[in-house]
């Protein structure tokens, strides 16, 4: 296919490349050539591209046409590839924050978290309408703890809210997978707990949904899938929720997710279409849809996900609520399906930041010495956010052209939302140039699809693809027709974007982006049974997601808004490697600024309502 062949880009050396305002680099906007496709259509084009007579020059149409040749695969750069995004530890000299003893167990980590929290203030709660305000960790524990209601009363109250949700006419597909018996089991143990005065945490008795990625007992793990379980059983649980149970929560389900995790609509062909409780006729996001999902309901203050593509902080702004994803390991893959193990980090989602912080520190601990992620111990940081004293001195970086390449409700939501606090705590914003962003985009779904296949290759050999939906059989043929050759030319790219960023990282504290480029749109019935190609809408979703995971930088997204329809929008932070804290902090400024303005979703549960 010579005669077809595109020119590759030729890059500048790094260090040739002006990242300042006045920069000559141009913004690339997403150059996604390909039509929405579902049922009949999504069947048909499947067909071609597993045709061994179409497929391949189908392939090579697809990636030609989409900039894949062009801007990674005959690329010319002289940059060296850089495998995994591990950064080493550096003490940052942050502000207002507390050193944690490594050996702390994870009640004991819980415990310095709580005590960095802010004095619950009158004022904020009464400030929010009474019916928006979710209950948070601290909620649940000072009920229990009170003898208000009991974590057995809760989790009666749970079994019936999920059974009523995943019910006709809601049919919400928050759950691939939950025990009733199991949930009382857990809560009747927590209840005895907090009778003998010993809860092991502030976390006991508190439900917490796990995305159906982590291996978590007594469940399987299906990765969204019919068959992944056949032949990967889940045998024991995963670091983190190890560290979770000692805490005592009650894990109340495996969440719904995309298949594989190969998608951002949440729209799963098997186990139903996650609804975003703000408007059941449209997607929650994906791949972590149900978790962002059953916190927006009310049904748990927090869940864990995964983030290999955004995919905590995409559904999480979608849904209006925070998705928090730490640095690259920071915080043990080991019992997380392997499905992209360079991108992929558990995350947090909750409904404030505060209970963000309460489950990272549950589920932060040293790393298994066997995992691929294998890194000096580092030091952990909390931050001090009862503090009196406002962390001073930040500095956000923004890149304009980046920053506006997104609808208009959001685009005047977050700005407004960045010069609020701006304004408020006298921080300043400077602007910056990000080259490659387009580039980085494509080399991350280069990454993050070659590692899916050679994870899932044994088990591929032995499938019967009519057992995955249609949008996922069309992504596999895609990530299997990378190459090696396109594989190393992604992780030249990606060392050129860790270079970038570092740059930037010396002028500014974070970077400050939307978190999607679009809310969220509605489900097509077309599209329920066989899934959805709809990559215009998937590229505008991840356009603000990809540095976290493709570069491990942390990055969390907080709820600042509304568009006219009443969806939410969210604004990320983006910070150096390590800076947890540092994000925290600029986390809970925004939303303290924001959350009287928050709003009810039309699906909610109250758990802990007075009889």
């Not at 305000?133 to 974590?151: C, H, L, N, Q």
């Not at 007594?218 to 379980?229: A, D, E, F, S, V």
């Not at 921080?427 to 910056?432: A, C, G, P, S, Y």
């Not at 969210?570 to 902090?585: A, C, K, N, V, Y």
Request: hydrophobic fraction near 40%; aromatic fraction near 8%; proline fraction near 7%.
């Amino acid at each position: 296919m010579g005669l077809f062949r595109a020119k590759g880009v030729v890059y500048k050396p790094v260090e040739n490349v002006n990242l300042g305002p006045d920069s000559d680099e141009s913004y690339i906007k997403a150059n996604v050539k390909a039509p929405r496709m579902a049922g009949f259509l999504a069947k048909i084009f499947a067909w071609f591209l597993e045709s061994r007579i179409f497929g391949a020059f189908l392939l090579y149409i697809l990636k030609r046409n989409n900039l894949i040749h062009k801007l990674v695969t005959n690329a010319e750069l002289e940059d060296s590839p850089v495998y995994v995004p591990l950064h080493p530890f550096e003490e940052l000299n942050e502000k207002e924050v507390k050193h944690v003893n490594s050996d702390l167990s994870p009640s004991e980590q819980v415990q310095q978290a709580v005590g960095c929290l802010p004095l619950p203030s009158e004022k904020i709660v009464n400030g929010l309408k009474p019916s928006s305000r979710r209950w948070t960790v601290m909620d649940y524990s000072k009920a229990y703890s009170s003898g208000e209601i009991t974590p057995y009363k809760v989790a009666e109250r749970l079994v019936a809210a999920i059974h009523e949700s995943s019910s006709p006419p809601l049919d919400m597909a928050f759950f691939i997978n939950y025990d009733a018996e199991d949930i009382l089991r857990q809560a009747k143990e927590s209840t005895l707990r907090y009778q003998r005065g010993e809860p092991r945490s502030v976390l006991d008795g508190v439900p917490v949904a796990i995305k159906d990625e982590i291996d978590c007992s007594p469940y399987p793990t299906t990765g969204g899938t019919k068959w992944l379980h056949k032949f990967r059983p889940c045998k024991s649980d995963a670091f983190c929720i190890l560290r979770l149970r000692s805490c005592g929560v009650v894990i109340i389900g495996k969440t719904n997710m995309h298949e594989l995790g190969a998608g951002t609509s949440g729209i799963n062909p098997h186990y139903g279409a996650t609804r975003n409780p703000y408007d059941p006729s449209r997607i929650s996001g994906g791949s972590s849809s149900g978790s962002a999902a059953v916190v927006a309901a009310g049904l748990c203050p927090v869940a864990l996900g995964v983030d290999g593509g955004g995919s905590v902080r995409m559904p999480a702004a979608l849904c209006g609520v925070v998705g928090f994803k730490p640095t690259f390991g920071r915080v043990p893959h080991s019992g997380v399906l392997p499905l992209n193990w360079t991108v992929g980090m558990v995350g947090v989602l909750a409904g404030t930041i505060e209970d963000a912080l309460i489950v990272y520190a549950a589920i932060n601990g040293p790393v298994p010495s066997h995992e691929t992620s294998v890194i000096p111990p580092t030091k952990m940081y909390f931050p001090m956010l009862q503090s009196t004293n406002s962390v001073s001195d930040i500095t956000l970086a923004r890149y304009g052209e980046w920053f506006n390449d997104c609808s208009d409700d959001i685009r005047t939501c977050c700005s407004l939302a960045l010069h609020k606090l701006s304004e408020k705590h006298g921080w300043k914003t400077v602007d910056v140039t990000i080259p490659d962003i387009e580039a980085m985009r494509l080399a991350h779904y280069l990454t993050i699809g070659s590692e899916c296949t050679a994870a899932l290759s044994s088990y591929l050999e032995k499938l019967d693809i009519a057992e995955s939906g249609w949008d996922v059989r069309v992504a596999l043929s895609v990530y299997g027709a990378f190459s090696g050759e396109d594989y190393i030319k992604a992780q030249k790219l990606r060392n050129r974007q860790i270079q970038f960023h570092r740059n930037i990282f010396t002028k500014a504290d974070v970077i400050v982006t939307p978190t999607v480029g679009v809310t969220a749109y509605p489900i097509l019935n077309d599209a329920l049974h066989t899934g959805e190609l709809d990559y215009i809408n998937g590229a505008a979703l991840v356009r603000y997601q990809i540095a976290g995971n493709f570069l491990g930088l942390p990055a969390v997204t907080v709820p600042v808004g509304y568009d006219k329809k009443g969806l939410p929008i969210g604004l990320q932070f983006i910070g150096r490697p390590w800076s947890e804290p540092t994000l925290i902090h600029i986390a809970h400024a925004m939303q303290t600024l924001c959350i009287s303005e928050y709003r009810k979703p039309q699906a909610f549960y109250d758990l802990l309502k007075k009889d």
